[in-house]
């Protein structure tokens, strides 16, 4: 399977920007879904995680209440909606993939995913 993430771009403090990651070669409904992230120095960490029914989601402390993390199985689509965003929210953001679990698990653990998007860039300017 390939993913696709799209949608990053520079914005301001306390704007709103929406990540789209599409796989191809096999339907997202098949698939755990997350979206992590890196910045500049640091490793990559996680953001959010969504099971392959879209009834369980999980997200670091730090994206709570501003990160929406969804899916569109029929669009072989998964979404991270992103508000009020902050500067500490710039990186580059990756989206990840595992097959072969049960519907309503999440992952939080890169060792969890077994495929990884190219990387989107989002840039926040105070």
């Given at each position: 399977?390939?993913?696709?993430?799209?949608?990053?771009?520079?914005?301001?403090?306390?704007?709103?920007l929406?990540?789209?990651?599409?796989?191809?070669?096999?339907?997202?409904s098949?698939?755990?879904?997350?979206?992590?992230?890196?910045?500049?120095?640091?490793?990559?960490?996680f953001?959010?995680?969504?099971?392959?029914?879209?009834?369980?989601?999980?997200?670091?402390?730090?994206?709570?209440?501003?990160?929406?993390?969804?899916?569109?199985?029929?669009?072989?689509?998964?979404?991270?909606?992103?508000?009020?965003?902050?500067?500490?929210?710039?990186?580059?953001?990756?989206?990840?993939?595992?097959?072969g679990?049960?519907?309503?698990?999440?992952?939080a653990?890169?060792?969890?995913?077994?495929?990884?998007?190219?990387?989107?860039?989002?840039?926040?300017?105070?």
């Amino acid at each position: 399977v390939q993913l696709q993430a799209s949608g990053g771009g520079l914005v301001q403090a306390g704007a709103s920007l929406r990540l789209a990651c599409r796989t191809s070669g096999r339907t997202v409904s098949l698939f755990a879904m997350g979206w992590f992230r890196q910045a500049p120095g640091k490793d990559r960490e996680f953001v959010a995680a969504i099971s392959r029914n879209g009834g369980h989601t999980e997200y670091v402390d730090s994206v709570k209440g501003r990160f929406t993390i969804s899916r569109d199985n029929g669009k072989n689509t998964v979404y991270l909606q992103m508000n009020s965003l902050k500067p500490e929210d710039t990186a580059i953001y990756y989206c990840a993939a595992r097959p072969g679990v049960v519907t309503h698990v999440v992952g939080a653990h890169r060792a969890f995913y077994n495929f990884w998007g190219q990387g989107t860039q989002v840039t926040v300017s105070s």
